[in-house]
């Protein structure tokens, strides 16, 4: 519908285009038009419908183009333009559509275009009027498209049996007609068809067709064929035609074969039996029937020795014959089939393997299984249920025998060794019986039999040695094995051998030191070996196989190895050297003595691996013997630049290879042991300290807990509860004490104060102890210049002339308060003093306090000092900082 509304749309856009020519340059060039034509319907394609005339201008050389229609009204593309002669067309008819005086427009209006070469046009119009004219009446439903078939039972009574559909294009009234005219059926004016009679399925024809003709009122037919088929209906009851009752078959048939042919016939209809159905009405799960050739068959096994059958062997079947598949009439018989037994199965043995077990070196003629008690046939016929045993066989089946092929007792026929060669590795016996049946077809079965032979323990376990002797090293791993022990013994199959140490492999620190393989006889060591405690061990093994035992003895033999490090003493020292010290000069009388377990006192060697720049220290002897002094091997020089440390920290080697030869030295085992050494070099004095430095430390402890130890908060509460406890209970006895000891004050002393101070609330007191530590001086030297002796620190530098006695000053504790209300602070400078019991206490004179001034001021100094060292190391620890231990000896 849409693409023939644009094809509309594009037609009147070049209707529009032709017309805007036409009334530019429009000429007559189209004779014969306008004018009107007819044309009938249903006009095949090509028929003329139209002629006319094309004229052409005297200017016009080469004729004009062929017209064309350009529009139709209403739309259609029924018609067409054809030459027909020179400048003489013609319109035709397309046939698609074909034209339909009934169903389309009666009348179409052709628009036909021309034009020359010379470019005049001409457009005309053309009237087609479409007649209408007489057709055939037409069939309609199902008798238009196929032949109808049409049934009817025997014995209806007359009546409408179908209704023909026609019509007439021109809608004129119909006449029906039917043939041939000796049937008993008519059809009436409005095309009814009935039958005449009770048609008789026996007597009648069973078919008829009817020629239905129907024509309009100018005589015109159209003819269709109606055929009438007459169904039979049963009145009669089948009988059946076989006579026999019994059959009798053997069991197991296969499934498929005929028990018997049962025959029927049906008096409606004598000559086709195959109208007839059979079936089995009782439920049989052995048999079934064709249903339409009445042949009975077996669809199931038929065991004559399972149950049911074992005890009732005939079988009842009730056939039914119908003459039709339902409602119709039917009949039934019995048959009975007798089912006989056969010689089907052959003799089972439950179970069909059979294990024993027999120990070794049982007698001959010992018996061990007997097969009948365990074997059946389940034939029903006692001629089919006998057997026999025969044909034992099988790997060692000379050692084994059946009594007799009725018993079938199984015993042995010899003893069986097997640690003897001939059954060496042997130790199931596999063997095979048969059990048949004696009466045909010999039906057999196998029975399989594994005798298992039992060995007996009947030897000890051998050591491959008597004794067994290992050297091991003194510094082998712990954990590694030094040897293997092994024991066998000669019953078969081998037993399993079990190893352990009964005896030995102790010392004075290790109850075991050696651990033994259960299983592999390995020999571990436990606890590091040491050939300086004990150079040999002796051990007891056990073997075992769990009810014999045998013992062999282990030596272990502990091989000396250089496994000891030299110690030397001290392995750490601190001093000072002037830095004017004669080269060769023993440093400070300093030496080292070293001792080695392993090693030979002159196998010692002595040297500074690290830290001794310039090389100014060396030691002599630096080789072969156990002692050692530090000697200052070249002079130092600041003055230069030469040298710029002042501290040298050296760290000395001793090693164990003095004795070893160069090519020993890379094989053997050499031990090191080392020595720290801090030498600080002191400048020449130029100014005297008479001021001893001091610093003061503060410490912070911090308790910290895990937090997996969930117990401890417990338990600190606890205890923080029972002390609490305890302290109240303690008050409550003083106060009761109090209470009945004291006497109550008198009025005045309850008397309100006059005039008292208002009462405020104290503030909290923060207390900073400091302890000021002298500083010590761990070293000593002599002043070139004026010869005296002075003392010095090693890690600070402070020196100080040396005295007869040594003057600690006291610990001074500074307590700092927070200010009062007042606005007035307090500082108290507490020192210790001794004083004798009978000394009485001194006011100060004005010369004291102003001794005491200085000190105070001094205290408070140091106080403050205190206070903000302090503060620093709190803030440094809240930074995540930890502030620098102080270093050095003190």
């Not at 060039?29 to 007819?38: C, I, V």
């Amino acid at each position: 519908m849409k693409n023939r509304v644009v094809q509309m749309m594009k037609s009147m856009l070049l209707l529009l285009i032709l017309l805007g020519v036409v009334s530019g340059r429009r000429s007559q060039l189209l004779k014969g038009l306008p004018a009107t034509t007819t044309v009938e319907e249903n006009a095949a394609a090509g028929v003329s419908v139209y002629t006319f005339n094309v004229t052409v201008s005297p200017l016009s050389s080469e004729g004009v183009a062929i017209p064309t229609i350009v529009n139709s009204n209403p739309l259609t593309k029924a018609f067409d333009i054809e030459p027909k002669g020179d400048l003489e067309y013609r319109i035709v008819t397309t046939g698609n559509p074909v034209l339909d005086y009934e169903t389309m427009p009666k009348s179409f209006d052709l628009q036909i275009f021309v034009e020359d070469t010379t470019g005049r046009t001409d457009l005309n119009i053309l009237t087609v009027q479409v007649t209408d004219k007489n057709e055939r009446p037409v069939f309609r439903g199902n008798m238009a498209i196929q032949t109808v078939a049409i049934y009817v039972l025997e014995g209806a009574p007359p009546e409408c049996i179908y209704q023909v559909d026609a019509a007439d294009p021109e809608n004129a009234e119909l006449n029906y007609s039917l043939l041939p005219a000796p049937v008993p059926f008519l059809v009436l004016e409005s095309g009814a068809i009935f039958s005449t009679k009770e048609l008789d399925y026996e007597k009648d024809p069973h078919c008829y067709f009817l020629n239905i003709t129907v024509t309009d009122p100018d005589g015109l037919s159209s003819s269709k064929t109606v055929t009438i088929n007459i169904i039979n209906i049963n009145d009669e009851r089948p009988y059946f035609t076989t006579k026999q009752r019994i059959y009798r078959i053997p069991e197991e048939q296969s499934p498929g074969t005929v028990v018997a042919n049962i025959t029927a016939k049906d008096p409606d209809d004598e000559d086709s039996s195959g109208r007839l159905f059979y079936s089995i009405q009782s439920s049989d799960q052995y048999f079934s029937i064709n249903p339409s050739t009445g042949v009975l068959h077996v669809t199931g096994r038929i065991d004559r020795d399972a149950l049911p059958l074992r005890l009732h062997p005939n079988i009842s079947v009730i056939v039914r014959v119908e003459d039709s598949p339902s409602g119709g009439h039917a009949r039934e018989m019995e048959i009975t089939i007798i089912i006989d037994d056969i010689n089907d199965n052959p003799p089972g043995c439950n179970p069909s393997t059979f294990r024993k077990e027999a120990n070794e070196n049982m007698t001959a003629g010992t018996f061990l299984l007997g097969l009948r008690n365990y074997c059946k046939d389940i034939d029903v016929d006692p001629s089919n249920n006998r057997f026999n045993f025969t044909g034992l066989s099988g790997f060692g089946s000379n050692n084994f025998a059946l009594e007799s092929t009725v018993s079938g007792r199984l015993v042995m026929t010899e003893s069986i060794d097997l640690e003897n060669p001939a059954n060496l590795g042997v130790e199931v016996y596999s063997l095979t019986v048969r059990v048949q049946d004696i009466a045909c077809p010999n039906y057999s079965n196998i029975i399989y039999i594994y005798i298992r032979i039992k060995p007996v323990n009947e030897f000890f376990p051998v050591f491959s040695n008597l004794s067994y002797e290992f050297n091991v090293p003194e510094i082998t791993k712990v954990g590694s094995s030094i040897g293997r022990v092994n024991a066998r013994d000669k019953d078969w199959p081998s037993s399993v051998i079990t190893y352990s140490i009964v005896a030995g492999g102790g010392s004075r620190d290790y109850t075991n030191i050696f651990w033994i393989s259960p299983t592999k006889g390995d020999v571990k060591i436990l606890a590091r070996l040491d050939y300086e405690t004990t150079q040999k061990h002796i051990l007891t093994v056990q073997a075992s196989d769990q009810e014999k035992t045998a013992t062999a003895s282990v030596t272990v033999n502990v091989l000396e190895v250089n496994d000891e490090e030299p110690v030397c003493s001290p392995n750490f020292y601190s001093f000072q050297i002037p830095v004017s010290l004669a080269v060769g000069t023993n440093i400070n009388g300093f030496r080292i003595e070293c001792q080695d377990r392993d090693s030979d006192p002159r196998s010692f060697r002595y040297f500074i691996n690290e830290g001794n720049v310039n090389n100014h220290f060396t030691f002599s002897p630096s080789a072969g013997s156990n002692t050692s002094r530090l000697i200052l091997a070249s002079r130092f020089d600041y003055e230069s630049g030469l040298d710029t440390n002042w501290i040298y920290r050296l760290r000395v080697y001793i090693t164990d290879d003095n004795l070893l030869s160069a090519r020993d030295k890379a094989t053997y085992l050499i031990k090191t042991g080392t020595v720290t050494l801090s030498i600080r070099v002191i400048p020449n004095p130029t100014t005297v300290i008479a001021t001893t430095p001091g610093f003061t430390v503060v410490m912070k402890r911090e308790n910290l807990y895990s937090e997996s130890a969930w117990y401890v908060p417990f338990v600190i509460t606890l205890g923080s509860l029972l002390l609490l406890g305890l302290l109240g209970y303690l008050g409550f006895l003083l106060a009761t004490w109090v209470r009945t000891c004291c006497l109550p004050a008198g009025k005045a002393d309850s008397a309100p104060l006059i005039n008292a101070p208002e009462k405020k609330k104290p503030k909290k007191e923060m207390v900073v102890t400091m302890t000021k530590l002298n500083t010590v001086f761990d070293g000593e030297a002599r002043d070139p210049v004026t010869g005296k002796m002075y003392e010095f620190n090693t890690w600070s530098g402070a020196r100080r002339w040396k005295k007869s006695s040594l003057q600690l000053e006291p610990a001074v504790q500074v307590t700092s308060s927070a200010t009062d209300d007042s606005g007035q602070g307090r500082d108290r400078v507490e020192a210790p003093s001794q004083k004798k019991p009978s000394e009485k206490r001194k006011e100060p004179t004005a010369e004291t306090k102003a001794a005491a001034k200085p000190l105070a001021r001094q205290s408070e100094t140091s106080g403050q000092d205190g206070l903000r060292l302090q503060k620093q190391k709190e803030e440094s620890e809240d930074r995540g900082l930890s502030s620098p231990a102080p270093q050095g000896r003190y």
